[in-house]
């Protein structure tokens, strides 16, 4: 009897020692003791009168059943609405403008960790059994993705980046990705290859690509030299139709073809050395990639070689585009490239037996080369790579680290993967993109991204997908031929190097555009990207003209501001006034040569743009053009009109400065 009398006394002295420690772990709380600290910083910052309030020391949280939300972030973080406390020490700082509801979205859909702790590990997830650790800040806009799947987000630059680059880089040619259409091929056909290329320039490609041209996007996928031998004899096998007898280079016609060069200002798509235009492949040393046959045929009809090719097609007579090869094997051959070298590894280059062959044909495939390419006698390939639906979510402990020394989370894993992808093991496939370390962090919260997490329709945004743009017709034809849309863009779509072409109709003159069409000239000196001189037929001129003047406008835009006599001198007056001295106009834009480089220059402006256009513009840039760095300066109607009436009488260049 007293052994059982003495065990109850124990447990009873137990059980009130439990009762007695919660009290004291509850008043002895991490997040108690912030709230005190919250509280004495907001009565110094009263007496400061700054209007910040003290709390009543409990738990507060937000609760969202919708999103599964229940946040007690706002227990230790107490002013994150209050905007008085931006430059408030942590955690009592206001939260960045956003255009979100605090309290009703929380904190965990944006920054992850673990809503429901009450302690600083606990919150942000910092626990081993804890699968969805708080993001860095580096990688927070991943959270953005979840609300805006598939589409650019101004407002998170760094995620908009690493979908694009998802989007240059191919990723879609091996991986699945949830919101991202695929984006097939992203490099030139294959087909005719072998008439195409050197052997020596393919073999030196295969084996490290930005060694050739740092800036493409074409991956090392590590060949041993055999490999790539090998890979190279199957390439060279894919012919063309006879491209016509073997080119001579005509020494006499290497001027002609300077000037024809100079004239087509292939320079504005094509670089040489480092300088020029990004729209097409560097031409610096292209004399040792490409045969000269295939050259000449390629300038003569692009498309009959590449249908997808973005280059226009010039309209050089024959004499011209031969004098046009002969200049670039003359200006832009490779001094890396010399004829033993060549030699020589066709001496090592494997027989193009049909062993040999299709073992090539197997290197092809297993490397995914089609996820890029296109060659008609290898069917399209299924994603050779994992699906990346869900990837944001991935369980950690699923993932394997090997002896890597780095952080045990999802996104360090992803950033070394993205940066060296076969150090976590030798039979892998994956290529090395090089990417920079901030092209890998944009590609990191892209990835992070593609979350598992069911997000209500109504917080989902639509977005806004461009219509895609169906133009038919002869002007249709001309678009396609000319290949405009690489530079312009047209309702949406397509090129951003030029200008946009949606109002050309009510924003410049067709007697203007027909002779702009016949001899381009630059209105931005300091631009590398010009219009080409096409060389379009006069019919092809009037019907583009005709199609601007008639669909292409803006209804709400009236083509002359002024009388058929032009605008008052005393108005004109005015708006030089305006002009030089309270909007400082030539701080960016010349006038008679006089002025700054960043905008184009004005003189002739009446003879190129209509006034009506010209007034809507100076009434908002933006209106336009979204992009534009011209300031709205929300200038009034009296102003607007009288700084037309100043540009829409300025005297056109001399035609030796429209060069």
Request: aromatic residues 8%; glycine residues 8%.
């Amino acid at each position: 009897m007293r052994r059982i009398s003495l065990l109850f006394c124990l447990s009873s002295l137990a059980l009130l020692l439990v009762y007695a420690v919660t009290p004291v772990r509850d008043y002895l709380a991490e997040w108690r003791r912030y709230q005190k600290a919250f509280n004495r910083f907001a009565e110094e910052k009263f007496r400061q009168n700054i209007p910040v309030r003290t709390t009543p020391l409990t738990i507060r949280q937000v609760w969202n059943p919708a999103l599964d939300v229940v946040d007690r972030c706002v227990t230790c973080h107490l002013g994150v609405e209050n905007r008085f406390l931006r430059d408030a020490p942590q955690p009592f700082r206001s939260h960045p403008v956003t255009p979100h509801r605090l309290g009703e979205i929380g904190c965990t859909v944006c920054h992850r960790g673990q809503g429901a702790a009450t302690t600083v590990r606990g919150a942000h997830g910092r626990l081993k059994w804890w699968e969805d650790p708080m993001l860095p800040s580096q990688y927070l806009q991943a959270s953005c993705g979840q609300c805006h799947p598939g589409e650019a987000v101004p407002e998170a630059r760094i995620l908009s980046a690493g979908r694009e680059t998802i989007r240059k880089a191919g990723c879609t040619g091996c991986h699945k990705i949830t919101g991202v259409t695929p984006v097939r091929p992203i490099g030139p056909d294959l087909d005719g290859l072998g008439s195409k290329v050197r052997p020596l320039w393919l073999f030196r490609w295969l084996k490290n690509p930005k060694e050739y041209l740092e800036r493409t996007s074409m991956p090392n996928v590590m060949l041993a030299d055999e490999e790539a031998r090998l890979l190279t004899t199957f390439l060279l096998s894919q012919k063309a139709p006879a491209t016509g007898n073997a080119f001579v280079a005509d020494a006499a016609a290497v001027e002609l073809g300077q000037q024809r060069y100079r004239e087509a200002r292939c320079i504005s798509c094509h670089a040489q050395g480092g300088r020029g235009g990004s729209s097409g492949p560097d031409l610096g040393r292209v004399g040792g990639k490409v045969r000269l046959e295939w050259l000449e045929s390629w300038l003569r009809d692009p498309k009959a070689l590449f249908p997808q090719t973005r280059m226009p097609q010039f309209s050089f007579p024959a004499k011209d585009i031969r004098a046009i090869v002969s200049y670039i094997a003359s200006e832009f051959s490779d001094s890396t490239v010399d004829a033993q070298q060549e030699q020589e590894l066709e001496r090592l280059l494997p027989a193009a037996t049909r062993d040999n062959l299709a073992a090539g044909k197997k290197l092809y495939q297993r490397l995914g080369c089609g996820g890029c390419h296109r060659l008609k006698q290898i069917e399209e390939q299924a994603e050779l790579g994992p699906d990346l639906a869900g990837i944001g979510s991935k369980d950690v402990d699923r993932l394997d680290f090997g002896n890597l020394r780095i952080e045990r989370n999802l996104w360090s894993w992803l950033f070394t993967k993205i940066k060296t992808p076969r150090v976590f093991g030798k039979n892998l496939k994956m290529p090395d993109f090089q990417f920079s370390d901030e092209q890998a962090r944009e590609l990191v919260v892209a990835l992070l991204s593609l979350s598992d997490k069911k997000i209500p329709a109504r917080y989902v945004s639509a977005g806004q997908q461009p219509v895609p743009l169906r133009t038919q017709g002869d002007f249709g034809k001309i678009l396609r031929k000319y290949e405009c849309l690489t530079c312009h863009s047209l309702s949406g779509e397509s090129g951003r190097l030029a200008p946009d072409l949606s109002v050309i109709g009510s924003q410049a003159k067709p007697l203007w555009i027909a002779a702009y069409f016949r001899l381009p000239y630059s209105m931005r000196p300091i631009m590398t990207e010009r219009m080409p001189l096409l060389g379009m037929s006069d019919q092809e001129i009037q019907t583009t003209v005709r199609y601007f003047e008639t669909v292409l406008l803006e209804d709400s835009i009236a083509h002359e501001l002024f009388p058929l006599g032009g605008p008052e001198l005393q108005e004109a007056a005015r708006g030089k006034e305006l002009y030089f001295n309270k909007y400082g106009c030539q701080a960016c834009h010349q006038v008679n040569l006089a002025g700054g480089y960043v905008g184009p220059a004005l003189d002739g402006l009446g003879g190129r743009l209509f006034s009506g256009y010209v007034f809507a513009y100076l009434k908002n840039p933006q209106r336009f053009k979204p992009a534009v760095l011209e300031p709205n300066y929300a200038i009034d109607d009296s102003d607007a009109r009288a700084l037309t009436a100043y540009l829409v009488s300025l005297p056109p260049p001399r035609a030796k400065e429209q060069r």
